[in-house]
Protein backbone atom coordinates (compact mmCIF):
# COMPACT_ATOMS: atom_id res chain seq x y z
CA UNK A 1 0.00 0.00 0.00
CA UNK A 2 1.32 3.64 -1.04
CA UNK A 3 2.90 5.43 1.93
CA UNK A 4 4.25 8.68 2.78
CA UNK A 5 5.73 9.87 6.34
CA UNK A 6 6.56 13.45 6.59
CA UNK A 7 9.01 14.72 9.24
CA UNK A 8 11.42 17.11 10.26
CA UNK A 9 8.06 19.54 11.92
CA UNK A 10 9.12 22.01 14.90
CA UNK A 11 9.44 24.95 16.74
CA UNK A 12 11.67 27.83 14.92
CA UNK A 13 12.42 31.58 15.68
CA UNK A 14 11.96 33.70 12.49
CA UNK A 15 14.73 33.50 10.29
CA UNK A 16 15.96 30.31 11.19
CA UNK A 17 15.96 27.03 9.68
CA UNK A 18 14.33 23.50 8.89
CA UNK A 19 14.91 20.60 6.64
CA UNK A 20 11.69 18.55 5.89
CA UNK A 21 11.78 14.63 4.83
CA UNK A 22 9.24 12.36 3.48
CA UNK A 23 9.44 9.30 2.89
CA UNK A 24 7.78 6.66 0.57
CA UNK A 25 6.98 3.75 0.91
CA UNK A 26 4.68 0.37 -0.91
CA UNK A 27 5.42 2.18 -4.35
CA UNK A 28 8.24 3.56 -6.70
CA UNK A 29 8.48 7.01 -6.08
CA UNK A 30 11.12 7.17 -9.42
CA UNK A 31 8.13 7.22 -11.63
CA UNK A 32 6.22 10.22 -10.32
CA UNK A 33 6.78 13.68 -9.62
CA UNK A 34 6.34 14.93 -5.46
CA UNK A 35 5.90 17.99 -3.92
CA UNK A 36 4.84 19.47 -0.70
CA UNK A 37 1.67 21.81 -0.09
CA UNK A 38 0.97 23.22 3.70
CA UNK A 39 -2.07 24.42 5.50
CA UNK A 40 -2.14 26.69 8.11
CA UNK A 41 -4.91 27.28 10.58
CA UNK A 42 -8.10 28.60 9.35
CA UNK A 43 -6.94 28.87 5.77
CA UNK A 44 -7.28 26.63 2.65
CA UNK A 45 -4.41 24.31 1.51
CA UNK A 46 -1.76 26.53 -0.36
CA UNK A 47 0.83 24.52 -2.64
CA UNK A 48 5.19 25.19 -2.21
CA UNK A 49 6.80 23.29 -4.38
CA UNK A 50 6.93 20.37 -6.93
CA UNK A 51 10.41 18.91 -8.36
CA UNK A 52 10.09 15.96 -11.69
CA UNK A 53 11.29 13.29 -11.38
CA UNK A 54 13.12 12.57 -15.20
CA UNK A 55 15.36 16.17 -14.89
CA UNK A 56 14.97 17.15 -11.05
CA UNK A 57 13.01 20.37 -12.20
CA UNK A 58 11.68 22.30 -9.25
CA UNK A 59 9.01 24.76 -9.10
CA UNK A 60 8.49 26.77 -6.28
CA UNK A 61 5.45 29.38 -5.00
CA UNK A 62 5.95 33.01 -5.31
CA UNK A 63 5.80 33.23 -1.19
CA UNK A 64 8.92 30.66 -0.67
CA UNK A 65 11.08 30.97 -4.04
CA UNK A 66 14.78 31.50 -2.86
CA UNK A 67 14.31 30.60 0.57
CA UNK A 68 12.85 26.91 0.23
CA UNK A 69 14.68 24.08 -1.96
CA UNK A 70 13.44 20.95 -2.88
CA UNK A 71 15.40 18.24 -3.55
CA UNK A 72 14.78 14.18 -3.87
CA UNK A 73 16.83 11.47 -3.52
CA UNK A 74 14.75 8.10 -5.40
CA UNK A 75 17.29 5.57 -4.51
CA UNK A 76 15.94 5.97 -0.59
CA UNK A 77 12.21 7.29 -1.84
CA UNK A 78 12.69 10.12 -0.21
CA UNK A 79 12.48 14.31 -0.61
CA UNK A 80 13.40 16.67 1.16
CA UNK A 81 12.26 20.23 1.90
CA UNK A 82 14.81 22.79 3.01
CA UNK A 83 13.17 26.21 4.71
CA UNK A 84 15.61 28.94 5.11
CA UNK A 85 14.88 32.35 6.53
CA UNK A 86 11.50 31.44 7.61
CA UNK A 87 8.75 33.83 8.41
CA UNK A 88 5.89 33.98 10.66
CA UNK A 89 3.68 33.21 7.74
CA UNK A 90 5.19 30.01 7.17
CA UNK A 91 3.13 28.29 9.90
CA UNK A 92 1.52 25.32 8.72
CA UNK A 93 1.02 22.05 8.78
CA UNK A 94 3.41 20.56 5.67
CA UNK A 95 2.38 17.78 3.88
CA UNK A 96 3.83 15.55 0.78
CA UNK A 97 2.08 14.40 -2.09
CA UNK A 98 2.36 12.14 -5.05
CA UNK A 99 0.69 10.06 -7.71
CA UNK A 100 1.27 12.20 -10.43
CA UNK A 101 3.62 11.75 -13.72
CA UNK A 102 4.81 15.22 -13.82
CA UNK A 103 4.70 18.70 -12.15
CA UNK A 104 3.74 20.01 -15.52
CA UNK A 105 5.34 23.12 -14.61
CA UNK A 106 3.29 23.91 -11.34
CA UNK A 107 4.41 24.06 -8.06
CA UNK A 108 0.82 22.89 -6.57
CA UNK A 109 1.27 19.20 -6.65
CA UNK A 110 -2.08 17.30 -6.43
CA UNK A 111 -1.41 13.97 -6.21
CA UNK A 112 -3.60 11.49 -4.86
CA UNK A 113 -1.31 10.18 -2.22
CA UNK A 114 -0.82 11.72 0.73
CA UNK A 115 1.39 11.58 4.18
CA UNK A 116 -0.16 13.01 7.83
CA UNK A 117 1.98 16.09 7.54
CA UNK A 118 4.31 17.57 10.11
CA UNK A 119 3.62 20.72 11.97
CA UNK A 120 6.27 24.01 11.24
CA UNK A 121 5.54 26.48 13.69
CA UNK A 122 7.63 29.92 13.64
CA UNK A 123 7.44 32.44 16.50
CA UNK A 124 9.10 34.69 18.31
Known amino acids: QAHLEESGGALVQPGESLRLSCVAS????????IGWFRQAPGKGREGVSC????????YYADSVKGRFTISRDNVKSTVFLQMNDLKLEDTAVYYC?????????????????RGQGTQVTVSS
Open 97 to 113: ATGQISCSGNYDITGPI
Open 26 to 33: GFSLGYFA
Open 51 to 58: IETRDGSA
